[in-house]
């Protein structure tokens, strides 16, 4: 089974490799007339860029691919073997700031099992496209694209315009944008505004009812907890063996709750969407009840609003070295994922952490430390500069009485790399995309309805050319 995603992908893939991008699959087999940016789409999930391994430079080639048959210049820079970014600019008066469009290459692993098609055939199932990375990230990295050939097109450009596809994102991304800032710093000369993924869509039924735009995210600090020992016989364990100190601490750290805090960012967010309907809890409300009644506050808000008002610990990995049950270890260890508040300070959580833990034989290392950097403006209509704005005016044109609002993410992106190097960075979802649909995205059975992702590509080259294109 571990081996038939591989064999059909690359079948796939040899299936496209002649042809232009719009002849691709299919004619005549059935499947409904997918539209040129839908075979791109289809084309690029074909490409299995699992992380790990990644293999994203496959990617970029098929996005080189495109820009060249479009007479647009582009640069792939290789991080290491196999894992690589593409970069296009298109160059503007300067009357404006540069906008960057990012995505990255790289999807999370997807075993078929549960799968309604193949993870990477691209297969169209009745209105929907099926794969991994129609929705994360390779939907919006079309959609994007598309935008960008549009504006090559039209000419006339007031601003630079940067195609970027990145890998690694979903592991970290060390090889991402971090590295290029230091290694390609010319990539970003002049950028002003980025526009990457992110933000949050409710679709109810197929009536769009709120577009979120991320303007910042929380910060990361995961951890790895580790203790040693003698090993020895299992029939005789001392009061001190190091997993029993891994389950205390681990037991200590995430039985114990982080305060709850509305932070000014976070209550703009909430303040937004109040009025639209169930399911949005008032900002004011919020405020009293975050001070007065925290515990029932906790229970009832659902997970991803919780996690706006406090910082938040998984346990991900736990382990030892024993190798066998009846043999004490040696070394245990366990794995955190900690995501904090923008105003947390990591230093004072670290040690919040260690004296929670209270435990000097428990060693705390740092694997990976995100900040989350400073939130980008909002920008109402009547600001002609804001990239904010834009997306805003062309989605309420679009879906007239839709609420667009500034949004906090949970998770972390590229964007707030973006963010630390002074770039105003906006994450976007332009689709429609339902309850059902969302739950594929790192999950089974990722799809997109055809008819919804042509429309989220027109709202890109909308924004795009309302930015950058004299009117
Ligand atoms: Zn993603």
């Not at 949005?280 to 008002?309: F, I, M, Q, T, Y």
């Not at 794995?335 to 435990?359: C, K, M, N, Q």
Request: glycine fraction near 10%.
């Amino acid at each position: 089974m571990a081996l038939a995603v591989p064999i059909l992908a690359a079948l796939a893939a040899l299936s496209w490799l002649p042809g232009p991008p719009g002849a691709a699959a299919a004619q005549g087999s059935g499947e409904p007339d997918l539209s040129p940016a839908a075979r791109r789409l289809q084309a690029y999930v074909q490409i299995d860029t699992s992380n790990p391994p990644g293999n994203e430079k496959a990617g970029a080639l098929y996005l080189k691919r495109l820009l060249d048959e479009a007479g647009i210049a582009s640069e792939i820079h290789e991080a290491s073997p196999g894992r690589a970014s593409l970069y296009a600019r298109l160059k503007g008066s300067g009357s404006r700031g540069g906008l960057l469009l990012h995505h990255h290459i790289d999807v999370v692993p997807a075993a078929p099992a549960g799968w309604e098609a193949p993870p990477f055939s691209g297969a169209v199932r009745g209105i929907r496209l099926v794969g991994r990375g129609t929705i994360d990230d390779k939907g919006l990295g079309i959609a994007q694209l598309e935008a960008f050939l549009d504006a090559k097109r039209s000419g006339g450009l007031r601003s630079d315009l940067v195609f970027l596809a990145t890998p690694d994102e979903e592991t970290g991304g060390a090889l991402g944008v971090s590295l290029l800032l230091k290694e390609r710093p010319h990539w970003f000369a002049g950028i002003s505004d980025a526009i990457g993924e992110g933000g949050l869509v409710e679709t109810i039924v197929d009536r769009p009812r709120l577009f979120g735009i991320e303007v910042q995210q929380k910060g990361a600090l995961w951890l790895r907890l580790s203790a040693s020992g003698p090993g020895g016989h299992a029939s005789l364990p001392g009061p001190t063996e190091p997993s029993l100190r891994i389950a205390r601490a681990v037991a200590a750290v995430a039985g114990k709750e982080r305060p709850l805090r509305l932070e000014s960012e976070v209550e703009r967010a909430f303040r937004a969407r109040e009025g639209i309907g169930k399911g949005h809890p008032a900002a004011g409300d919020l405020k009293r009840r975050v001070k007065n009644d925290p515990a029932r506050l906790r229970a009832e808000l659902s997970p991803r609003d919780l996690a706006l008002l406090t910082d938040t610990i998984a346990v991900t990995r736990i382990g030892t070295d024993s190798l066998a049950q009846n043999a004490l270890p040696r070394t245990a260890w366990a794995e955190l994922d900690i995501r904090f508040l923008p105003s947390t300070d990591p230093a004072e959580l670290l040690e919040w952490v260690r004296a929670t833990i209270a435990d000097p034989l428990v060693k705390v290392k740092v694997v990976f430390q995100g900040a989350p950097g400073p939130a980008s403006p909002e920008s109402d209509l009547s600001d002609a500069y804001g990239v904010y704005g834009v997306i805003r005016k062309v989605l309420a044109e679009r879906f007239p009485g839709v609420a667009v609002v500034p949004d906090v993410s949970p998770a972390l992106s590229e964007n707030r790399v973006f963010r630390t190097h002074g770039i105003r960075a906006y994450g976007l979802t332009p689709f429609r995309l339902n309850y059902y649909d969302m739950a594929g995205i790192h999950g089974q059975n990722e799809r997109i309805r055809l008819d919804w992702f042509d429309e989220g590509v027109e709202t890109m080259r909308r924004i795009v050319r309302a930015w950058a294109i004299r009117p």
